[in-house]
């Protein structure tokens, strides 16, 4: 979202950021931008260009006597480095690790002088709201989530991109009515919103108006602004392993409770997704026992981790614990994965009377797990399949199934 | 190793300070694909750092590579969009495919791997890229298709 400010009207962040520099008689301005947009980089270094000539930026603005240097600083690609404190370390040419506050850095932040922190897009709203004053901006929204907000909709929906809409909107409108809804006939499952430390809705909270506090209610956040949209075909036992692999490998490791609570979690929630066969029955135990500790688990990250990473790293743990349990119990009780993610706890066959023995799978088959002659039905050999999902792939005749 | 090109990146930050490290090793980067041994012990003479810490730094980021890249670069997105439309699948495909880990190169030279966090395309997930090229909707079939191309492309250099 960020990015397509930049990359579509780099001068909004730059008269924003101008304007707060003045307000708070700053002469330096950094902005932070991922390596990853070489495009929105290059805009923006383009426009600070073209806003030196005109005197919008530089020494003497506007004959005011007031100077603003604008620096652009390529993030070299850590999640953390978001984090107010991280980001001012890696600007400084250290590594990205929080750091206690206070001293907060609005007195002593980038090389130890006061420094505000600002997202890109709070920053571009500035110009609007000081030409058409507080009362345009405030007319939109809802009593304590004034004016829209920027949401980038992707995943299991008919239209991605990005959408602005009024703060209060449902979440509803924006998946059904302008997202177009979920494609290929399948039903909605959830979304995911705010980013690797946000919270997933389920179906029963639809309705939800999408503004801050709402969102805290049913265990969700703005964060980033992104909303990814699942299927039924998605997991949410797999959802959290996801997030909880991206936030543990992402975790600068500073303090105890992030760097090894994460671990563990993750290591419980691989535990619950990982094959049946050959399980002793004391590591059958501790599936059982392990689930059991999660939320102590989870309460010990939040409270105990130095920054903002580490106590939001539970989040997608505890919101699909809360909403989608059932789902949680179908992996460790029965072993099963209704949405058939979880490739250890598959089984693939082929059923005999659709297959034509055209030998198209165990060409494929990357573990030369699929045995038969030509012209014959074939078999797979179960000590072999490691569940890929090739077969199904390429099979012109329907005849894998999956349990 | 082209040493040359490292000094022309160490003269454009004549003020040696430690703020300049991280663009100094990206800048590297860029010209070598790479970050090599010689330019690390070069960049810390010019900022006089320990060796020791410069490696401090760059491991921390994730943009950072130690190794010679591949002729193809292949960038798995493993974002969240990504995730969502199978993009584990991919990942294990192309590992199979060439033989190689994330952050390995294959020994012909030809492939590296390396996995990233959201390319920024998600409405076209899953993505990959190939030395800056995307990759839209990858699924198996698409994957086997790209790597023959860009096999027999290598092949033919
Ligand atoms: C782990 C972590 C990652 C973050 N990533 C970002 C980010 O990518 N972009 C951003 O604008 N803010 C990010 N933030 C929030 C910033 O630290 C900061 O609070 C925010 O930009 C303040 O701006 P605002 O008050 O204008 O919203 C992140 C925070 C944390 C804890
Ligand atoms: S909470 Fe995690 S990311 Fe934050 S400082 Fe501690 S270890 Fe680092
Ligand atoms: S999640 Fe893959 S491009 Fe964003």
């Known amino acids: 979202m960020d990015r397509a400010v930049i990359e579509?009207?780099?001068?909004?962040l730059i008269e924003g950021m101008a304007i707060a520099a003045y307000g708070i008689g700053a002469s330096k301005a950094y902005v932070y931008l991922r390596a990853e947009y070489p495009l929105a980089i290059q805009r923006l270094k383009d426009a600070i260009e073209v806003a030196k000539t005109y005197g919008f930026v530089g020494n003497n603005i506007l004959d005011s006597g007031f100077n603003l240097e604008i620096v652009i600083k390529k993030g070299a690609v850590a999640f953390v480095c978001g984090e107010e404190t991280a980001l001012i370390k890696s600007i400084e040419?250290?590594?990205?690790?929080?750091?206690?506050?206070?001293?907060?850095?609005?007195?002593?932040?980038?090389f130890d002088k006061p420094t505000i922190i600002n997202n890109v897009e709070s920053l571009a709203n500035i110009p609007n709201i000081i030409r058409e004053g507080a009362g345009w901006f405030n007319g939109v929204g809802t009593e304590n989530s004034k004016g829209t907000k920027v949401f980038a909709l992707s995943g299991n929906i008919a239209n991605t991109g990005l959408v602005e809409v009024a703060m209060g909107?449902?979440?509803?409108?924006?998946?059904?009515?302008?997202?177009?809804?979920i494609p290929d006939g399948y039903k909605y499952k959830a979304v995911q919103i705010g980013g690797p430390s946000g919270g997933c809705i389920p179906e029963s909270e639809i309705d939800i108006q999408i503004d801050y506090e709402s969102l805290i209610t049913v265990g969700a956040m703005m964060g980033s602004g992104g909303l990814v949209v699942m299927d039924e075909n998605t997991c949410m036992v797999d959802v959290a392993k996801y997030f909880m692999g991206f936030i543990q490998s992402e975790s600068c490791g500073k303090c105890i409770p992030c760097r090894e609570g994460t671990r563990r979690m993750l290591e419980i929630l691989e535990r619950?997704?990982?094959?049946?066969?050959?399980?002793?029955?004391?590591?059958?135990?501790?599936?059982?026992?392990?689930?059991l500790h999660m939320t102590d688990l989870a309460t010990i990250i939040q409270d105990a981790s130095l920054c903002g990473l580490g106590k939001s790293a539970p989040n997608p743990v505890l919101s699909t614990l809360r909403w989608f349990r059932h789902e949680y119990e179908e992996h460790i009780y029965e072993r099963k994965c209704r949405a058939k993610v979880c490739k250890e706890l598959l089984t693939f066959t082929i059923i005999e009377d659709k297959c034509t023995g055209c030998t198209l799978c165990a060409?494929?088959?990357?573990?030369?797990?699929?045995?038969?002659?030509?012209?014959?039905?074939?078999?797979?050999n179960f000590e072999k399949c490691i569940g890929c999902g090739t077969c199904l792939e390429v099979c012109n005749f329907d005849s894998i199934n999956v349990e | 190793m082209n040493n040359n090109a490292i000094n022309e990146v160490i003269e454009k930050y004549p003020s040696a300070k430690r703020e300049y490290l991280i663009p100094m090793l990206q800048d590297v980067q860029e010209i070598q694909g790479f970050v090599s041994k010689d330019s690390v012990v070069m960049i810390g003479d010019h900022l006089k750092l320990p060796g020791a810490k410069i490696y401090g730094v760059a491991t921390f980021y994730n943009q950072f590579r130690f190794n010679k890249p591949g002729q193809f670069h292949i960038q798995i997105c493993r974002g969240t969009a990504c995730h969502v439309k199978g993009s584990v699948n991919v990942l294990e495909s192309i590992e199979r495919a060439l033989n190689i880990k994330v952050g390995q190169t294959s020994?012909?030279?030809?492939?590296?791997?390396?996995?990233v966090a959201c390319l920024g395309a998600c409405g076209l997930a899953p993505v990959i890229s190939v030395n800056g090229e995307f990759y839209a909707n990858v699924d198996n079939k698409k994957l086997f298709k790209i790597l023959k191309n860009l096999r027999k492309e290598g092949g033919t250099k």
């Open chain 1, 363 to 380: 060409i494929q088959c990357p573990t030369d797990a699929i045995l038969g002659s030509k012209k014959h039905p074939h078999y797979i």
């Open chain 1, 272 to 291: 619950i997704a990982s094959g049946k066969s050959n399980e002793t029955e004391l590591e059958t135990l501790e599936r059982f026992q392990s689930v």
């Open chain 1, 8 to 12: 579509g009207d780099p001068y909004r």
């Open chain 1, 169 to 181: 909107t449902t979440l509803k409108e924006i998946i059904f009515e302008i997202g177009g809804g």
């Open chain 2, 107 to 115: 020994r012909d030279g030809l492939f590296s791997l390396e996995v």
């Open chain 1, 93 to 110: 040419g250290k590594r990205g690790m929080p750091k206690p506050r206070p001293p907060y850095p609005a007195v002593s932040g980038l």
